[in-house]
């Protein structure tokens, strides 16, 4: 049975200050840090055959925080980035809603916001999916854990499991540090685990973004 740990990156200043980060390049700050040195113990204890990260700095460096207790290298994959927020990144949500209030009003509703280059979540799932399917083909029957982002995350794991648009947005968002957990055999396919476990510490309101 293959196993795939999705990881989301530990904090940023950005996280902090609700501000869209999309693929923009930003670094973990302080408590990012500690959150990724906090939660590799635990991940390591699952014996992972395989580290692979969003190159993305945030992302990375979480990942590089477990590949320093288990000497694996990490693989970095540039389809395992955030969603592209175009027009938006660099803004906080509130500015957002602010210059653009009916393309906010509907990503709030889980549609696609027209006009400011914001990539479709069927797009993003698609290219996540086919990342963390890619990295489970190449280390086959093994536990590959893999360092993205929460968006990504999210659409990539609903990828696997052919879940809808209106069943993952019924999924909470990962926490900082936390990780979606899921399993695979020729029967059953891809099957879900967990979903948002990791260190019971360092819990601040997840951003979106």
């Known amino acids: 049975m ?24 930003t670094a973990l700050n302080d408590l990012g840090r500690e959150q990724a040195e ?14 692979v990260a969003s190159d993305l700095r945030r992302a990375a460096d979480t990942a ?3 590949a320093a207790l ?3 290298p990490v693989r970095t994959d540039p389809r395992l980035r955030e969603r592209s927020y175009g027009k938006w990144q660099g803004l906080t949500m509130a500015e957002v809603a602010e210059r653009y209030p009916s393309e906010h009003a509907r990503w709030r509703a889980g549609e696609q916001p027209e006009g400011c ?3 479709t979540l ?4 698609k ?12 280390t086959p029957g093994g536990t590959i854990v893999v ?3 929460g968006g990504a995350a999210r659409q990539g794991c609903g990828f696997l499991l052919g879940w809808s648009t209106e069943v993952l947005r019924r999924v909470g968002p990962l926490q900082n540090c936390h990780w979606t957990d899921l399993g695979h055999d020729p029967v059953r396919g891809w099957w879900l685990r967990a979903h948002n476990a990791g260190p019971s510490a360092h819990r601040p309101t997840p951003s979106p973004v």
Do not use: K, M
């Open 127 to 138: 290219r996540v999916g086919q990342a963390l399917q890619d990295a489970a083909d190449q």
């Open 147 to 149: 360092a993205t982002h």
């Open 2 to 25: 293959s196993r795939l740990i999705v990881w989301r990156h530990g904090n940023t200043d950005w996280n902090a200050s609700d501000r869209v980060q999309g693929q923009t390049d």
């Open 64 to 66: 590089a925080a477990l």
């Open 70 to 72: 288990t000497g694996l």
């Open 38 to 51: 906090t939660a590799a113990p635990l991940l390591a204890g699952f014996h992972p055959d395989a580290i």
């Open 122 to 125: 069927d797009d993003l799932g």
């Open 117 to 119: 280059d914001v990539e």
